[in-house]
C-alpha cells in the first residue's frame, strides 16, 4: 500500500478532498520525523504503537574490498514497535 492508496481509502472514507487529506497525512508524518530527529522524544499513538529511537553503539568492522578496519560511530535508529492490540489484529488474520 503506498501513502496514495492510504489518502484515497481515507477520502472516500471520511469525504474530505484528497488533496486535505494529502497535507494531513504529510503533516503527521512530518510531526513523526521531526519529534525523532530534533527532540530525540518518541512518539505513542495509544492502541497503534509507538515510534522508538534505538540506540546502536559503537563497532568496528571491515571493508573487505580496501581490507581496513573503520570504526562505525555510536548512533540512533528508529523503529516501530506495534500496541498489543495492533499486533494481536495482524496476528489472527
Given at each position: 500500500?503506498?501513502?496514495?492508496d492510504?489518502?484515497n481509502r481515507?477520502s472516500?472514507?471520511t469525504?474530505?478532498?484528497?488533496s486535505a487529506?494529502l497535507?494531513?497525512v504529510e503533516?503527521?508524518m512530518k510531526q ?11 512518539v505513542y499513538?495509544?492502541g497503534?504503537g509507538s515510534?522508538i ?5 559503537q ?15 555510536e ?7 506495534p500496541?498489543?492490540e495492533?499486533?494481536e489484529?495482524v496476528k489472527?488474520e
Open positions: 500500500m503506498t501513502k496514495a492510504i489518502v481515507i472516500k472514507e469525504g474530505l478532498d484528497k487529506v497535507v494531513t503533516s503527521f513523526i520525523k521531526v519529534a525523532l530527529s530534533e527532540d530525540e522524544e518518541n499513538l495509544r497503534f515510534f529511537l534505538k540506540r546502536r553503539a563497532k568496528t568492522a571491515r571493508n573487505i574490498t580496501k581490507n581496513t578496519t573503520i570504526i562505525i560511530p548512533h540512533n535508529i528508529p523503529a516501530f514497535k500496541a498489543k495492533f499486533f489484529a489472527s
